[in-house]
């Protein structure tokens, strides 16, 4: 069933028809997002435009946007099973790949962002903007249509996450809820965070201004980040300072939002 190129999409067709057997309500339901489908394109574009549609932006309309995008950069796909992937091996709550294709936030809106990305670039900014518009009300995740996001990148929660128009999120990325990727005031140009591959971005923090977080960063819940973090460093606090070190090669991947012991006076002392 479906492409050899994405694993993923036949334990999660397998599983969707499990699903609808143990659960008739929701049958209907898995038949129009996964069941009917034989390829994870079509699956794609049904959940999210499911997901977005109201009464202004059908669903079919969406549904054939998404496609579009799709077929003139199959990136798009790509990269949508990769985040996908990401989410299954990060993600102990996941359960396999069904239940966040069908129902993570966080995962419908960075794909709606590469769609919207796309849109940007082709000069559609107007509908790029619609869209961006549209995540933001129903899924609370605000992204920049300019904004460039790498793969095999984990939004978890997805509620309040904003990231600016000259934001660059790199590969294997972990982003926790309210987490903002913002400037500093209403200066123009380059103004946004640019974050390196492998870092950790933990619940609630802000990092701010055109600055530089190093590959395998950690940052910690709450923080406030104003200036560039080294590559490996873990910083804490309000302005954030570092802490400590990474005791793993890639944060992003670990999870483990800890931080060193002793960092709270670590960051007091600095």
């Not at 009464?55 to 079919?60: A, E, G, K, M, V």
């Amino acid at each position: 069933m479906g492409d050899a190129a994405f694993p993923l999409w036949a334990s999660m067709h397998g599983e969707a028809l499990r699903v609808a057997r143990a659960e008739p309500l929701l049958s209907d339901y898995l038949h129009m997002i996964v069941g009917r489908w034989s390829h994870p394109r079509e699956a794609l574009a049904a959940v999210l435009s499911q997901r977005l549609a109201d009464p202004c932006l059908s669903r079919d309309r969406l549904s054939d946007l998404v496609a579009e995008a799709i077929a003139d950069d199959p990136s798009i796909l790509g990269d949508a099973m990769a985040d996908l992937e990401a989410i299954v091996t990060r993600d102990p709550a996941a359960g396999g790949a069904l239940t966040p294709f069908l129902h993570y936030k966080g995962y419908h809106a960075l794909q709606w962002h590469r769609v919207a990305h796309w849109l940007w670039k082709q000069q559609r900014q107007a509908l790029a903007f619609a869209i961006q518009g549209h995540v933001s009300q129903v899924l609370s995740v605000d992204i920049h249509p300019a904004a460039r996001f790498g793969r095999r990148v984990f939004i978890d929660h997805g509620t309040g996450v904003v990231a600016g128009e000259t934001a660059v999120v790199g590969n294997d990325v972990s982003i926790l809820q309210s987490v903002t990727l913002g400037g500093t005031g209403k200066e123009k140009g380059d103004r946004h965070p640019k974050v390196q591959d492998g870092v950790l971005i933990g619940a609630g923090a802000k990092v701010l201004g055109n600055i530089t977080i190093g590959r395998g960063a950690k940052i910690g819940a709450g923080s406030v980040v104003l200036k560039d973090v080294p590559a490996c460093a873990t910083v804490a606090g309000v302005p954030a300072r570092i802490v400590g070190w990474c005791g793993d090669a890639v944060p992003a991947l670990a999870m483990d939002h800890r931080l060193p012991e002793g960092a709270e006076k670590a960051a007091e002392a600095d």
